[in-house]
């Protein structure tokens, strides 16, 4: 790969055109290798012959919950995701298969209710679009990067959580002064319009200069054509695009929040809270969980982590 130098404001061809080959559509799918791997790309997602297989649980029966009840009669359930969040929840543009941790969560949730998870529908949902996509009913559950917070108690229920992330900082490979949030004073910092990463860098770094957009794809877009000097979410999410590019960007610091990301159903169903607590734990215990993550998301390179204890808040 040609590198190049650059002065403050400039726009880069090479940047561009790296940018073109690295974003792809509005699922951000990366597509180029990093320099010394010409004609090797990285993944753009697991390799579904490495994916766990869930077996399905005979004969469930979850009569109190009237969302099982209706996903039974149809024989699948509809599920709320992310489509542009590499090794989370992502679509392929050109096929339309969704992969990720999170996707394979609603898959292994899935058979231990008793539905087969290949025949589950999956829908794409803003994050802005959840609450309401769980109250009107389009959706029988939501698996995406769903921080459970008792705001959002008060509108949706939460099994899990099933992954503790933490807020953290992507950069570009050759960025050298910013470490942590400590260093942001004076940059241009990106992250998603109204999200929590966005108003916690507002109210404790107020010296970043913030910049907000719909979604996380054109923060890294902004942050590759040296628009942006950092992209702020959950390290979650920006070990995924980082893994997909690791010539070009990289994740600094330590996380600095706790971010529990859970299972949102509807907020009456407490049947099915408690069941899908019950599916996350058994495949936890029985090795499914880390089959998932390493399949996945663990293709960033990160080890597995421990699971966060469930947590079997009670009906109200």
Known sequence: MVRTTRTPGSRLPAVLTLLTALLVGAGAVFGVAGCGKEGSPPR???AADRLPVYEVAQDFRLPDSPTWTRAKK?????????????????????????????????????????????KIRFRTIASANRETALQNGQIDFYVGTYTINDNRKKL??????????GQSLLV???ENDIHGPQDLAGKRVCSAAGSTPYQRIKA????????????????VDN?????????????AILIGYAAKAPDELKVVGRPFSEEPYGIGVPRGDTALRFAMDDALEAREKNGDWKKAYEATLGLSGVPAPTPPP???YPAS
């Open 44 to 46: 753009k997602g697991p």
């Open 74 to 118: 149809r024989g699948y359930f509809v599920v709320g995701v992310k489509e542009d969040q590499p090794y989370l929840g992502e679509r392929d543009p050109a096929t339309g298969v969704y992969s990720g941790f999170d996707i394979e969560i609603a898959r292994m949730v899935s058979a231990s209710l008793g539905l087969d998870p290949k």
């Open 156 to 165: 949706v229920g939460f099994a899990g959580p099933y992954y503790m992330a």
């Open 172 to 174: 570009r490979r050759d």
């Open 204 to 219: 404790d770094y107020p010296k970043a200069v913030l910049v907000a957009y719909d979604t996380y794809s054109v923060c």
């Open 223 to 235: 942050l590759l054509t040296y628009q942006v000097d950092a992209v702020t979410t959950d390290d």
């Open 310 to 312: 469930i947590d079997r």
